[in-house]
């Protein structure tokens, strides 16, 4: 089946099997590897993009269903060589350790702020919720959208 | 985890999607049930029919004391619905507790119901709401209680080739209180239990008493003996003591049948305690 699908702002027309999951057409036919595939499962979050504004996790939506749509990955978030503030957040707090984790929860604290410019730290912890990180314990990570908020407001 | 091969459509019509359903197509909404399912190879569908293009299933309506919500509306679109939270805030409270923010962006509330998880959230708020279930076949149509919808663990009321199209729930008088209390299971975040109140109160008694009970046995329940000894004035502990009484407690890896029913008793009356004190 034939899917245009627009990425970063580019937009790509590609034959693909119905079975293609999105994370596997932006790895493999874009080879955008910024997203990660921590799980495979749904449950870690680590594959998360923005599908016409909207967080998902792109290991659990097969390319066909995002034919005609907008995708965001971790590489779209930049503007040349200036940052999004919530990656410059995660600099700067050391929302980071191994890295594995962070394009997800970058796009998903993306998700969180955009809905909710002043988010509570229980807010952010329920935004957090479908994302898994090994390393930091989280409480940078949570530190680091508040940071982003601050930045905002 | 690659999924078997299947031929997809994307009909923009109910009426050709019922059309390729009755034909043996496999209904996919958001696919957060469905596609991990897949990948496993649980489900193996040869056609999959994708229902999100098909617009007449979107929509939340208030008509007649009633909201009207299109099977395709997302978990995110109930819990952030402003006509939802005002009128119907049992559902948006309990829609805000499944699964993580891109669950709710994609999973939808006709997939779920469909789907009949024992642990899923929604049931248990669609029970205490005694909500109503708009089923369509290609040559058919009927209304279905939720009780009569949820029969075991993934079996539902819907025979071959019929889709949820709709879920009715009503417009909540402003003096009832509602709360959705769960206890998540930490990897996944569905329902170990939970359990969706309803309370109306007047003088000081109670006078309505809804409770809703997922995760506990294979179906999602309306408590009866909770709900009586409510209204005939028994104690709120007393009365969610006896909320698995007679029910075929649930056993897994992560809580066996005993600690599944103490569960249900505690965060029964958690819900309870949370729904009276929003009574006004
Ligand atoms: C990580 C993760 C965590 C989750 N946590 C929770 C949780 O805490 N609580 C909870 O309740 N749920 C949870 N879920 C499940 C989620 O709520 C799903 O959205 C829901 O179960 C299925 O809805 P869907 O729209 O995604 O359906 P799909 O996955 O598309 O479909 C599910 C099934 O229903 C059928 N179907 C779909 N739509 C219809 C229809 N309109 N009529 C008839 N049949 C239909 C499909 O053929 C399939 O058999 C979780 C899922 C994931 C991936
Ligand atoms: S790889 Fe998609 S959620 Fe883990
Ligand atoms: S930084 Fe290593 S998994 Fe999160």
Redesign the interface.
């Known amino acids: 089946m034939t899917v245009t699908i627009t990425v970063n702002g580019t937009q790509h027309t590609h034959s693909v099997e119905p079975r293609l999951l999105l994370i596997h057409y932006l790895r493999e036919h874009l080879s955008l590897t910024g997203s990660h595939i921590g799980c495979e499962t749904s449950l870690c979050g680590a594959c998360t993009v923005e599908l016409n504004g909207k967080a998902v996790k792109s290991c659990s939506i097969f390319a066909v269903q995002c034919n005609g749509a907008q995708v965001t990955t971790i590489e779209g978030l930049a503007t040349g060589d200036r940052l999004h503030r919530v990656q410059e957040a995660f600099w700067n707090e050391h929302g980071a350790q191994c890295g594995f984790c962070t394009p997800g929860m970058v796009m998903v604290s993306k998700q969180i702020l955009d809905r909710n410019p002043d988010p509570t730290e229980a807010e952010i912890r329920h935004g957090l919720e479908g994302n898994l990180c090994r390393c930091t314990g989280y409480q940078h990570i949570v530190k680091a959208v508040q940071a982003a908020a601050r930045v905002r407001a | ?8 459509s ?1 009909p923009k019509s109910l009426a050709e999607a019922l059309a390729l359903i009755a034909d043996g197509g496999k209904p ?1 909404s958001g ?2 049930s469905l ?2 399912m ?3 190879r649980l489900a193996a569908p040869d056609r ?1 029919v ?1 229902l ?1 293009r098909i617009a007449e299933l979107s929509y939340i309506r208030e008509q007649a004391g009633s909201i009207h919500i299109g099977a395709t509306t997302t978990h ?1 679109e109930v819990e952030s619905s402003a006509v939802i939270r005002a009128k119907c805030p049992l559902l948006a409270e309990t829609a805000s507790f499944i ?5 709710r ?2 999973g939808t509330i006709g997939g779920s119901v469909a789907h009949a998880d024992p642990s899923a959230d929604y049931p248990a708020a669609l029970q205490a709401l005694e909500a109503k279930i708009v089923i369509k076949g290609a040559a058919s149509e009927r209304t279905v209680s939720a009780d009569d919808f949820f029969v075991d663990t993934f079996t539902t009321a819907l025979e071959p080739g019929e889709i949820v199209t709709e879920v009715i729930v009503p417009v909540e008088a402003a003096s009832t209180g509602t709360s959705y209390q769960k206890l998540l299971q930490p ?3 569905f329902a170990i239990v939970g359990v969706a109140a309803r309370i109306q109160k007047s003088g000081g008694k109670i006078t309505l008493a809804r409770v809703g009970v997922t995760g506990l046995s294979n179906r999602a329940f309306r408590a009866a003996a909770t709900e009586q000894a409510l209204t005939s004035g028994t104690a709120v502990q007393a009365a969610a003591d006896v909320v698995a009484q007679a029910i075929d407690a649930n056993s897994d890896l992560y809580a066996s049948a005993e600690f599944r029913a103490h569960l249900a008793a505690v965060y029964a009356a958690r819900a309870i305690d949370a729904a009276i004190r929003r009574t006004s």
Do not use: T
């Open positions: 985890m690659i999924p078997q091969q299947f031929e997809y994307a996919l696919g957060m596609i991990p897949m990948k496993l999959v994708d999100a995110h699964g993580d923010v891109q669950v962006n994609l990897a996944s975040g």
